[in-house]
């Protein structure tokens, strides 16, 4: 982040508050995706409930980043780079939400298959390597944030056809899964749903990067399209900042 100080301190400890709380809850986030996806490939359903049942950590401080960074606009009145800050806290802070809403389901899918209905465990080397990838990009994604990167935000969103690759290739596998024994076909379309649980925490996670850049340059990059010559999208109200 900015290293840029103001007049007054206190102004200065609520932003540095604020910036420790999404990081905390990125370290809660990233627990619970590798918890949840070791309670899915083991079929450990304690470990699966328990991934349940800590989403409410997450979601508390999601409504205190919300209700903090609220506060700090209304009472300060932030410009510029702070007001980019405050606005992308509360982006980041729903995007890491629903990455633990994800992390959930996997989370209840691992009870699911610990009571005798989940798919071939050959099947489920391939969720681990997609899980391995969505974990990787997630790790990425928060220590770009956390050291206000945008060169490693910008290589998380550049290496974003890696993590589709890995879906792709559990998608194909599950299709032929069913169609070559109709009679499992719940079991694979439970993990189908783990591995578009999985895919959207990496679009979650591409999120933060975007928001990295937005804070630290004032580009608003969501929506852009991929592929060479892709431009960003302007900040609404006028030209990026240089």
């Known amino acids: 982040m900015s290293e840029r100080r103001h007049i007054h301190s206190e102004y200065d400890e609520e932003l540095d508050g604020l910036r420790t709380l999404l990081l905390e809850m990125g370290g809660l986030v ?3 995706l590798a918890d949840g996806l070791k309670a899915l490939i083991t079929r450990d359903a304690e470990l699966g ?6 989403d409410y950590r997450i979601n508390s401080l999601e409504v205190r980043i919300d209700e903090e960074a609220t506060n700090i606009i209304a009472r300060r009145q932030p410009t510029g780079s702070d007001l980019r800050l405050l606005m992308a806290a509360i982006r980041t802070g729903t995007d890491l939400e629903r990455i633990g809403d994800e992390a959930e389901k996997l989370g209840r899918f691992a009870v699911e298959f610990a009571a005798g209905h989940s798919p071939e465990p050959a ?5 681990e390597r997609l899980g391995d990838a969505v974990r990787a990009v997630l790790r990425d994604a928060l220590d770009a944030f956390a050291r206000s990167d945008v060169a490693a935000a910008t290589a998380v969103l550049d290496g974003a056809a890696h993590v589709g690759g890995h879906y792709d290739s559990v998608m194909r596998e599950l299709i032929t899964y069913m169609m070559e024994d109709p009679r499992t076909m719940q079991r694979a379309l439970h993990a189908l749903w783990c591995a578009r649980a999985l895919e959207r925490i990496a679009d979650h996670a591409r999120n933060v990067c975007e928001s990295v850049v937005y804070i630290e340059e004032g580009r608003n990059i969501r929506h852009r399209r991929t592929g060479a010559g892709s431009e960003p999208v302007p900040e609404k109200g006028g030209s990026p900042e240089p």
């Open 30 to 32: 990233e627990r619970q």
């Open 49 to 54: 409930d328990r991934v349940c049942t800590a």
């Open 123 to 127: 099947l489920l080397q391939g969720m």
